[in-house]
């Protein structure tokens, strides 16, 4: 069975927010605009995070992507009232939209803050429109929602792979982010093959869990700044 994580090197990422774009264009992610952005009420499957490092005069700016980490122990389903959220066997804490009410109890037991509330009608000005991706749903008023690694990417592969009777290959499958970093910072794959190219980094002594001593069990590894160690490499663009 395959359990799909990911792993993302924070000593590779620039902050230069391509994934943030990508995301999206690729899920139908609307723009909020200024006046609801100062109410807070801004959506974003996926932000980057800024920190510094070091002391004054020797300090350096630090960037990490954030997003929904996939638990294994996931809060968000232990609470949602009408089980509108629930984790597949793929390792996905996946969203049924219709059957969400709104409540926002999940986003209050989500310690990473990725969950958003969709407090209007999404509109994209013209041109805009004509970017909304046909292959996921445009979502409305009233539900929570959340990064979904792309799900419709991943089911077009593993549909792909079933038509050619063969399994999903290593880096076939890439989520808009993974797909759009410059630097290959993020890095996507199944977590139960031991020769993908991100067990091998969740295995690097650089890995990190975040929030792990909560014991959710994250699928979404951070690699901290420090030498590159092993054989691993990321993969090309070809």
Known sequence: MTEWGMAI?????????????????????????????SRGRTIEWLRIERYMEGAFPDVRMRFKPVLCVHCDNAPCVKV?????????????????????????????????????????????????EQTINPDVAVRWKGIM???TFCVQRIRRGEDTAKEEERPVRDGEVDPACAQSCPTRAITFGDLEDPDSVVAQLF???????PLADLGT?????????????????????D
């Open 145 to 147: 929602e959340k990064c």
């Open 217 to 237: 069990g994250p699928r979404v590894a951070y690699l901290q700044e420090g030498e590159w160690r092993g054989s691993v490499r990321a993969r090309s663009r």
């Open 80 to 128: 949602c009232p009408v089980s509108a959220t629930y984790e597949t066997p793929q390792g996905l804490n996946a969203q049924i939209h219709p059957r969400c009410i709104g409540t926002r109890a999940c986003a209050h037991a989500c310690p990473y803050t990725i969950r958003f509330f969709n407090w209007s009608e999404p509109s994209w000005e013209s041109p805009l």
């Open 203 to 209: 295995k690097s002594p650089r890995a990190e869990l």
């Open 9 to 37: 090197d924070v000593d590779r990422c620039t902050g230069c927010e391509a994934c943030v774009v990508a995301c999206r264009g690729e899920n139908n992610v609307p723009v909020t605009g200024p006046v609801e952005s």
